[in-house]
């Protein structure tokens, strides 16, 4: 319904809030967040079993570098680098300890001239969800909060989102 109105205005039009038009809307976003969090749900722990499958399939030793890791989940041994070989019983012992102090020696001036930290792949956390639930709980966030911009942004978005054509003067 148009009314009278200034000239400076283009036009003007009134409108009455469309109850069905709301319900929609918030039912699809509930919906949408619904199956987004599902799928997030479903997944989490996902890439952490896939990494740990990985590492059992390749067997590399030095394929994460994480100190917080949880190494009781890990099934492969790993093997110690500059580890002392097995002490064989009928050798004295005054053989084996300078052996061990020169590996000793050796291993702390390697460490202390390697200052940066060893570049690896980590392990994900226990709660990381799949990449592709994470994108889809993202776009769906992302989606309703430009639904709002927009409804604040565009006057004309948000009356013919929210407000339908009103049909007679109250």
């Not at 009278?4 to 319900?23: D, F, G, P």
């Not at 097995?86 to 390697?114: F, G, Q, R």
């Amino acid at each position: 319904m148009e009314v009278k109105h200034v000239e400076s205005l283009k036009k003007v039009t009134l409108h009455e809030a469309a109850q069905s038009r709301r319900m929609l809307i918030g039912a699809t976003i509930a919906v949408m967040y619904a199956v987004s969090g599902h799928f997030v749900y479903t997944t989490i722990g996902e890439p952490r079993r896939l990494a740990l499958a990985h590492k059992e399939e390749v067997h590399l030793e030095e394929w994460w570098d994480d100190p917080w890791a949880d190494l009781d989940e890990v099934s492969v041994p790993k093997k110690k680098k500059n580890a002392p070989a097995t002490v064989d019983p009928e050798i004295p012992e005054e053989v084996l300890v300078p052996d061990v102090e020169e590996s000793l020696n050796a291993t702390t001036t390697t460490n202390s001239t390697a200052s940066a930290p060893k570049k690896g792949k980590r392990i994900p956390s226990k709660y990381q969800p799949n990449a592709w639930a994470g994108a889809a709980l993202f776009l769906v966030i992302s989606g309703h909060i430009l639904f709002h911009l927009m409804c604040y942004w565009r006057p004309t978005f948000k009356a013919s989102m929210l407000y339908q054509p009103a049909r007679k003067l109250k």
